[in-house]
Structure formats: structure tokens, C-alpha cells
């Protein structure tokens, strides 16, 4: 174990590069820039590449073919660039090329609050880009857990074969913490499935008995195979509106049929609580000292903090909102997560929103001064 | 022998082809599997990236490495393609709306690096695949589905851009001169850097119908007689020049290879340990 001071971006730099990327495309955006800066650096020493595009569009194009090729790819972005971003994600998604894309979330619509911190893309996230489809996404809310996390991501992208978007804070990613770098042997690497048939036995997208992600010849290894981002079947290859059900189906379920596997979250004093505040990242750190103070006064509430943000921890959000009699959703946003909280748990229990728009972070007292106005209403 | 290279290079389970009677898009593609056969490449280390539009559906049809992007993004990514492993031959198929229009930067900007990539680029003057709208290269005055009273966008040289944009190797074809077309794809193979091909073809479909150019035939005539070889258009003057277009090596030379250069970053690293 080795301890060292990091800023939140550096750390999702290194996590990257321990997960094994070798390869990054992109183009600078703040607050996300200092991931390509320190890319840039670190890559070439380890043989990897680095390569800045002259768009986000580009870059994430370019983050998919190197991925084709084999290697792990990574492309970062706030924002504007995120929104750019979408088309070749889906692409990303019915090709299901893994990699991973970050956004430090800020300010919008548009150019919005250039610097300030936002949590406004988790739908965009989510929606982002066209048509029904199913989505990963992760969000921290250290600087060691970014670190962490974005080991994850990768780890998922290779194992569901998907893109994997990390979702960060802009205060994150430019703190600075102390962290702990854990020894190799702590850390689980997970590389995609490669096919060991004969090239000419090879179908690119069949699914086989047991798996529920199709095995990924490199480009280049003599498994010739066609990527398209049209609907196909389990050649690859455009197939007609029959197979489109099938397919999309199998890229939804691959997904949540394995929710459990996915979805990653952390419960604070909820054992005997009856108030529930649902939030994460940033805004996590601040409902977890506004629930120190309350809990001092008699108040009980406690935490629930998605660490996967999509797909949903629809099992733990019904259970939780059996159990307490207030849910409040904190987000630096008009109200975007509340909306899922509110469609799973709103049956059973008041769920009610916090949010932000002005790009000034949630403060533990204005937890919680929300927590005690609505209490006993 | 035409059914040995069909054999060979094309996915023959994935013929017959989309692509409408007279289309000069068979002959464009006949013509790169021509150079690939010709330069001996091994199909493994090749590898065909596509946009999207009538002739980017080339891609599927061929037996290589074959990826099947979104439009106008081929070129992108292809970079990656490319600059994740050097050892391949991308070679990127495009149509001129897709790499001038929707794909312009990336055009500009893969011509800047001079990254070894070879993009032959299907010169039909029209949105073949949404049903002949104008693109950039459509020439002013004609016509097409969303310029029914008359184009008055100016129209683009792709060769020029190309080679103002810093692309080593920049030559033009066409359809009718299928065999010049081979050669010139296998020079632009062969040059380590980016390498414009571009092909002029004909849509009679959309681009004929709409603008009274006879029969597919016919066009192909249109192709023939508008080519003039570039020694031979340095001699003619404006008057002479007007409806027509010089073919051939228009720019060869050579400069440093995007992903050579970046090689020597990371060899400057092993040296050190
Ligand atoms: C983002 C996006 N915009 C528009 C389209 C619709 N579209 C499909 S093909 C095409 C035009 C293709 O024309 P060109 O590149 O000249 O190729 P051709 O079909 O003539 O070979 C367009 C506009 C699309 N698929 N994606
Ligand atoms: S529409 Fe035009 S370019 Fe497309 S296949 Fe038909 S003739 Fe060829």
C-alpha cells in the first residue's frame, strides 16, 4: 500500500492505468482537462497512446477504434463535449465496444457555468443518446473512491462489453486527498473474453451457451469480422426490423439481468432511521455531516448513496422506502434523480427534492435545515 | 478474373449488393480490392472503416477488417484504428458528403497529421442514400432534392482542400478509367501518410435524373470526356478547363507520418530504463 496526496482527476488517471488502459483520445474541456494532461504523460511512457482530436465527436470515434484494435480506451469531457459525445456512445452500445467515458459534470444547457460544479447530466447520462438502450453508469465521491471506481469502470466495460460512463464532480476532481493505493494483489483486472475457435468458426456476435456477452476478436488478430452500428444479427452484419427486438432485448437484459453484479451503493445509519436522504457524489459528503449534526439533535436519518447510478438500485429503493417515512433527494440539479427515486419508491413512502442551480455546492446546513423543516409536516 | 477476386475478397454471402443498376459505386470498389490484391497485402492486416451513405456500404460487402461507423465520422475512427496499431492498412470509404460535409474537420484534420490512411472517396456530386440533396461537391447551378430552383452553394475541389490541409499523397480518378483508378489507390497505399483518392463516379439515379444526364451509360460517357490528365490541364486555359476536371497523381511528397512520430515518443522512454 503506498499513500499519496492526488487530486480527484489525477486519480481517475491512475485508476485508469492500473485497470490497463493504453489508449486515450479526446479534447480539452474544463473541468476535465487535467485527465488528458496527465494521460498524455503517463501514456507514452507505458507504450500506450495518446492522441488529442480535434473534437469530442472525434474523440470518442477514435476511443472506439482503438478499442476494436484491443485496447483499453478511455476518453474524458465535461458537458458540452459530453452531449457531443452521444452519437457514437449509442454507437459504442449496439457495437458493444467497451470503454470508458468521463464526465466531470458542469453548468448547462449550453456553454452554462464553465468551472462550476453541476450534477446535472445524470440523465443525460442515462438518455443521452437515441433510441432504447441500457447504460452504465458510476459515481464517486472521493478522491480514493474515483480511484477505485474507475478501476471499475473498465472492469465492467470489459465484462459486459459496453461503454461505462463515470460520472464526477468538478469539486472532486480538482480536490486533493489523501489516498491509499492498494497492492496489486487487492485489485481484480477483468479483460474482455477473446475467441479461441478458428477464425473461419468465429461469428462476431453469437452469443455462447453460459455467456451473456459475445467473445471480441482484436482487429488485426485474423478474425475478420464487420462492426456496424446498424441493427445485425450474430454475424454482424445489417439484418432487417425482425432481429432488431432480439438484439436490443439481449443488450438491455445483458444489463439488468445482472443488476446485482452492477450496482454498487453505501447505506449510513439507515438501521433504525425514518428519513432517508438519497444522493451522491459531492453532495453525499455534505448530507454525511448534516446527518452527524441531526442525528446529535434526535433526529433519524441516515444515507443512501448510489454508487452505481444506472442502471438503478430499483431492489434497494423499494426496500428503503418501506422502511422510512421521508425520502429527500439532494442533487445540484432541478431534479433529475428524484424523478427515479420518486418512480420506484414514491408509491410507498413521500419522496421529496433538494436541488441547486445556481453552481455552488450543497451545504451540510442546508441539509439540514430541509431535513427539519419537513420533519413531523 | 473477376469471380476468383470475388472469391477472394468479397463476403459472397453478403451479395447481391444495395446498390442500384448503372451505380459507378462496384467499379470504385472493384478498383481498391484491385490495388489490395495487386500490392500482395494479407487480408488480416487490412482494414476498411466506412461512414454512412450508398458507398459507405462498401465495408460490408468486402472480407477484411471491416467497421461500419457513423456519418461522416469514418476518418475518426479510423485515427484510432490507426494509432492503436500502426501495423494495419485502414483504408477509409466514403462518400463526398460524408467526408466533406457532416466529416469536413475530420477530413482537414487526418490531411494535417498525415496519418497513414488511405480514404478513397466516392464522387458522385449528391446525397446518394436520402435521396439526392445537394452536397458540397454538387456543382452550382445544378440541381438536386432540396435545390429544386438550382444550387447556389460554390462547390468544393476535395483534391485541393486535401493537400491545402497537408495530406502527402492527393490524386483523382474515376469510374470509367478504372485501371488508372487501381493504380492510384495502390500508390496511395503504398505512401506512408494520408492519402487522398478521390473517384469520381456517377449516381445516375439521383444526380442523373435530376439533372437531365442521360442514361447511366451515358453519364459514364460525361465521366469519360470531362477527365483530362493533369499534364495535359496545366496547358488549357479557363475557357477550355469549364466542365472539366484534371485526373491523376495531382500531389505526391513526402513528410513525416503521424504515427512514426509518435512511435518516437515512446521509444525515447524505453531507452531511459
Ligand atoms: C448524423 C446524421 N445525419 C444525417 C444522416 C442521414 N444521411 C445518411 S446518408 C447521408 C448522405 C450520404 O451522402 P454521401 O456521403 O454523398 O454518400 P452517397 O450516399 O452519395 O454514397 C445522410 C445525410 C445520418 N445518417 N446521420
Ligand atoms: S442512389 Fe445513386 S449512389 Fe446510391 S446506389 Fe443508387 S445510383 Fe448509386
Known amino acids: 500500500m503506498t499513500i499519496k496526496l492526488m487530486q480527484g482527476n489525477e486519480a481517475c488517471v491512475e485508476g485508469a492505468l492500473r485497470a490497463g488502459m493504453r489508449f486515450y483520445a479526446g479534447y480539452p474541456i474544463t473541468p476535465s482537462t487535467e485527465i488528458a494532461e496527465i494521460s498524455s504523460i503517463k501514456l507514452p511512457k507505458l507504450g500506450g497512446k495518446f492522441i488529442q482530436m480535434e473534437d469530442e465527436i472525434s474523440g470518442m470515434a477514435a476511443t472506439i477504434g482503438a478499442s476494436l484494435t484491443g485496447l483499453k480506451s478511455m476518453t474524458a469531457t465535461s458537458g458540452p463535449g459530453f452531449s457531443l459525445k452521444q452519437e457514437n456512445l449509442g454507437f459504442a452500445v449496439i457495437g458493444e465496444i467497451p470503454c470508458v467515458i468521463v464526465n466531470v459534470q458542469r453548468g448547462g444547457p449550453s456553454t452554462g457555468l464553465p468551472t462550476a460544479p453541476a450534477q446535472g447530466d445524470i440523465m443525460q447520462a442515462r438518455w443521452g443518446t437515441h433510441g432504447d438502450h441500457a447504460i452504465i453508469a458510476l459515481y464517486p465521491n472521493s478522491v480514493r473512491e474515483i480511484y477505485d471506481t474507475t478501476i471499475r469502470a473498465f472492469n465492467l466495460a470489459e465484462k459486459y462489453r459496453t461503454p461505462v460512463i463515470l460520472l464526477l464532480d468538478e469539486v472532486i476532481g480538482h480536490m486533493r486527498e489523501k489516498i491509499e493505493i492498494p497492492e496489486d494483489s487487492e485489485v481484480d483486472i477483468i479483460n474482455r473474453k477473446k475467441p479461441t475457435c478458428p477464425p473461419e468458426e468465429y461469428k462476431a456476435y453469437e452469443l455462447k451457451e453460459g455467456d451473456f456477452v459475445p467473445e471480441m476478436a482484436p482487429f488485426g488478430a485474423g478474425y475478420r469480422y464487420h462492426v456496424t452500428g446498424l441493427v445485425h444479427d450474430e454475424t454482424g452484419f445489417p439484418a432487417g426490423a425482425d432481429k432488431a427486438e432480439d438484439l436490443l432485448n439481449r443488450l438491455i437484459s445483458k444489463i439488468e439481468d445482472n443488476v446485482d453484479d452492477i450496482c454498487t451503493y453505501e447505506e449510513y445509519m439507515l438501521e433504525d432511521a425514518d428519513t432517508a436522504i438519497v444522493t451522491f457524489g459531492c453532495t453525499s459528503r455534505s448530507a454525511k455531516s448534516a446527518i452527524k449534526s441531526l442525528r446529535k439533535e434526535g433526529y433519524k436519518v441516515g444515507m443512501f448513496r448510489p454508487i452505481t447510478i444506472w442502471p438503478s438500485p430499483e431492489k434497494q429503493l423499494i426496500e428503503l422506502s418501506k422502511k422510512v417515512k421521508r425520502i429527500v433527494v439532494v442533487e445540484m440539479n432541478a431534479g433529475q434523480y428524484f424523478l427515479e427515486v420518486d418512480r420506484i419508491s414514491g408509491k410507498n413512502t413521500i419522496v421529496e427534492k433538494y436541488g441547486r442551480l445556481n453552481g455552488e455546492i450543497i451545504t451540510p446546513d442546508e441539509i439540514i435545515s430541509v431535513i427539519k423543516e419537513g420533519h413531523n409536516a | ?273
Open chain 2, 1 to 273: 478474373m473477376p469471380s476468383n477476386l470475388i472469391k477472394e475478397y468479397y463476403r459472397e454471402d453478403k451479395l447481391p449488393h444495395i446498390w442500384c443498376p448503372g451505380c459507378g459505386n462496384g467499379i470504385v470498389t472493384r478498383s481498391i480490392v484491385k490495388a489490395i490484391d495487386a500490392l500482395g497485402l494479407d487480408k488480416n492486416d487490412v482494414c476498411i472503416v466506412s461512414g454512412i451513405g450508398c458507398s459507405s456500404r462498401a465495408s460490408g460487402y468486402l472480407d477484411f477488417n471491416t467497421l461500419h461507423t457513423t456519418h461522416g465520422r469514418a476518418l475518426a475512427f479510423a485515427t484510432g484504428i490507426k494509432m492503436a496499431n500502426p501495423k494495419l492498412h485502414v483504408i477509409v470509404i466514403t462518400g463526398d458528403g460524408d467526408c466533406s460535409a457532416i466529416g469536413g474537420n475530420h477530413l482537414i484534420h487526418a490531411c494535417r497529421r498525415n496519418i497513414d490512411i488511405t480514404t478513397i472517396l466516392y464522387n458522385n456530386n449528391i446525397y446518394g442514400m436520402t435521396g439526392g440533396q445537394y452536397s458540397p461537391t454538387t456543382p452550382t447551378g445544378d440541381k438536386g432534392t432540396t435545390a429544386p430552383y438550382g444550387n447556389v452553394d460554390p462547390n468544393f475541389d476535395l483534391c485541393e482542400l486535401a493537400h491545402a490541409a497537408g495530406a502527402s499523397y492527393v490524386a483523382r480518378g474515376t469510374a470509367y478509367g478504372a485501371i488508372q483508378l487501381q493504380k492510384l489507390i495502390e500508390n496511395g497505399i503504398k505512401n506512408k501518410g494520408f492519402s487522398l483518392i478521390e473517384a469520381i463516379t456517377a449516381c445516375p439515379t439521383y444526380y442523373g435524373r435530376k439533372n437531365k444526364k442521360g442514361s447511366a451509360v451515358n453519364m459514364m460517357k460525361t465521366v469519360k470526356e470531362g477527365a483530362v490528365i493533369n499534364k495535359a490541364w496545366d496547358k488549357l486555359n479557363d475557357e477550355q478547363r469549364e466542365g472539366k476536371f484534371t485526373i491523376g497523381e495531382l500531389y505526391n511528397e513526402s513528410k513525416p507520418e503521424y504515427t512514426e512520430q509518435y512511435a518516437k515518443i515512446i521509444a525515447s522512454f524505453k531507452k531511459e530504463d
